[in-house]
């Protein structure tokens, strides 16, 4: 029987036995699950609503938003993904207004539909100088899935967030339950309004702003704050928002 000479090389000593080292077992190359994708892209969906609404420009190239798209669905495959939130920043770098997506919910069974739009925040745009996103993650410690990642994500300063509201959106209906959302707008975002028909017995009714010359802004009763009857060309303020079928009043208080 030969034997190994540990004087000599070890790759002559593999030479000289015959033996050769355990052939080591391909990793799989890691498949991302398509529900996975599928909460990602809804996700992105909500933000690039208001992305275009203020032409912010978060990703300049649709390859950009790819790796996005891949990044999002590495940390939801791997259970880090708290929230994700778009900011709109003032000039003294405070939050004027935020849309965010918290994941991580129960699902109630049902397969969500691909979404048809979501709120966007009416805002005077002299209010918003600049913007981010910003992820929060279940633990920092990406070294499981690090070689995954197609960017380079760094700790975010927290930023100071103005005075004013915050309301759900409707994004656990548009994903069956996986994700929730909500928007804050500050208070300089306020609007006064008109009540131009107050709200009947089917719980909605319609004001006017006048300060952004919008008519037909629908008021509904489950949004009402303190106010418990509007009468026909009442003054109140409140939050507008952007739906896909029109304009709505959030947060409706007395003027």
Known sequence: MK????????????????????????????????????????AIHTIAI??????????PTAEEKEKWLNDIGIFL????????????????????AEIKINFGQHVNGKVGGAPAGTEVPVLDRKLVSTHRVVIQWKQAN????????KLNWQTAETLHRRHGDEFANSQARKT????????????????????????????????????????GVLL???????????????????????????LQAREVRAA
Not at 10 to 27: C, E
Not at 50 to 59: F, P, Q
Not at 188 to 215: M, N, Q, W
Request: charged share 20%; with cysteine.
């Open 50 to 59: 208001t992305d275009r609404a203020y032409n912010l420009n978060i990703w």
């Open 77 to 96: 495959a791997f259970d880090n993904l708290n929230s994700i939130s778009l900011e709109l920043l003032g000039l003294d770098n405070t939050i004027v």
């Open 142 to 149: 990406l070294e499981r899935y690090r070689h995954l990642l």
């Open 3 to 42: 034997t190994q000479n540990p004087h000599l090389p070890s790759w002559l000593n593999l030479l000289l036995t015959g033996n050769k080292p355990p052939t080591p077992t391909p990793k799989p190359n890691f498949v991302m699950p398509e529900s996975v994708k599928l909460e990602a892209r809804k």
């Open 176 to 215: 069956a339950g996986r994700q929730t959302g909500s928007i804050f707008a500050s208070k300089d975002s306020r609007h006064e309004l008109i009540v131009t028909r107050p709200i009947g017995s089917r719980g909605y009714g319609f004001a006017d702003c006048p300060d952004l010359k919008l008519t």
């Open 220 to 246: 509904h009763e489950r949004h009402m704050r303190g106010v418990r009857e509007l009468k026909l060309g009442q003054r109140v303020t409140a939050q507008i928002i952007q739906l896909p079928v029109g």
